[in-house]
């Protein structure tokens, strides 16, 4: 094993698997900002797309595009961003904790929990960080509506209902959004690993769960679920891949309405019960106003927590720390989700015949045709 940068101080020395829509669209400018100054570098890349991986390097001076992965064995570095398709996270990560290197690891963690069972086993036996990429932790308005409900400032949870999508405008770089074999699954898989990972981190986990999409033996577009607390709450989510939803996650408190819409990090709603007034606030860290050169890990925007998430594991590498959001924190959604694919039912869809129905009951239960 090579021996990785211990000082403080010294650049972070960054490697990307994975040249996608994520990593041009969001890591690339993340990247850009720490190497501006003098946080990180980026230093290699791999793309099974070797144009695609060379016109990624070309804003980095010290990135060189790597063709297959046995970089990582050679290459001096500190971190592995993993963000190649989820069918292929396991089988890097790996590789890059056997170099010697932690790991930021996009979102879905892996594609089942016995695959991220393995990259948690080899991170141990490695003693490297594994962190994932459920960024939305870094949400000013998702650390805050966890403060609420900890400190019970509107008094107990009594109901919340999420909705969360609309048509698919992902500018994808591939077909492997809608392939079983390299995507797992559907939106559940994909944007519900970042709305069951706050639920988890908001709620902790539910004694009951229903779970219906309409998969029918493919991906599902579509799917609702209901869950019911120890505290006696209840809970539904709905997530769409084609149908317009409000965007709103809504809790219920004894004294209170607290909002916020999906995509939004510093935006929160608040309603009191037995006030005419609606107060709509935007979130500033008190740090921030306390301290402007104080770090505080909290993101404004979606972009920004890009790069708050890349702060915090850097942090925890050079100060053997933990991430945020550790793989143990990372797999507790996936294990939710799976236990809605074993558990799944077909969604109520009226326009389909009596026999459609009977077919797609069928085939939701993983009957073949």
């Not at 021996?3 to 010294?10: G, P, R, V």
């Not at 029918?216 to 317009?244: Q, V």
């Not at 996650?249 to 019960?273: P, W």
């Not at 890990?297 to 850097?314: C, G, N, R």
């Amino acid at each position: 094993m090579k021996e990785i940068s211990a000082a403080a101080n010294a650049p972070c020395r960054i490697a990307l698997l994975g040249c996608g829509a994520v990593s041009e669209l969001y890591h690339a400018p993340a990247l850009q900002h720490l190497e501006s100054e003098g946080t990180a570098t980026l230093a290699a890349v791999f793309d099974p797309d070797a144009a695609r991986a060379a016109k990624f390097c070309a804003p980095f001076p010290h990135a060189v595009s790597y063709p297959d992965e046995s970089f990582l064995q050679k290459a001096p570095l500190d971190l592995a961003i993993v963000a190649s398709p989820v069918s292929s996270h396991e089988a890097h990560a790996i590789h890059a904790f056997e170099a010697g290197l932690a790991v930021l690891c996009e979102k879905p963690m892996a594609a089942n929990t016995e695959a991220a069972g393995r990259m948690m086993a080899a991170a141990r036996k490695h003693r490297r960080i594994l962190a994932i990429g459920l960024l939305r932790r870094f949400y000013s308005n998702v650390q805050f509506t966890r403060q609420v409900i900890q400190n019970k400032t509107l008094g107990s949870v009594t109901s919340f209902s999420i909705q969360e999508g609309g048509p698919f405008n992902w500018p994808a770089r591939s077909d492997s959004f809608f392939r079983k074999s390299t995507a797992g699954g559907g939106i559940l898989l994909d944007v519900g690993v970042h709305v069951l990972d706050l639920v988890v981190h908001w709620f902790g986990e539910p004694r009951e769960m229903t779970y219906a999409d309409d998969a029918m033996g493919g991906l599902e577009a579509n799917c609702r679920m209901e869950l019911s607390y120890p505290a006696g709450f209840k809970g539904t989510i709905h997530l769409s891949r084609d149908w317009n939803t409000s965007n709103l996650y809504i809790i219920e408190f004894e004294r209170g309405t607290l909002k916020l819409r999906a995509g939004e990090a510093e935006q929160v709603e608040l309603q009191l019960n037995h006030s005419g007034f609606l107060i709509e606030g935007t979130l500033k860290d008190r740090h921030d106003l306390n301290s402007l050169a104080s770090v505080a890990f909290s993101a404004t925007t979606f972009q920004q927590a890009f790069l708050t998430q890349l702060q915090d594991v850097i942090s925890a590498i050079q100060t053997a720390g933990c991430p945020t959001v550790s793989a143990e924190e990372g797999i507790r959604s996936l294990r939710l989700i799976e236990l809605c694919y074993r558990n799944r039912k077909l969604m109520d869809m009226p326009w389909l015949t009596p026999e459609e129905r009977k077919s797609g009951q069928f085939l939701a239960v993983g009957g073949s045709i």
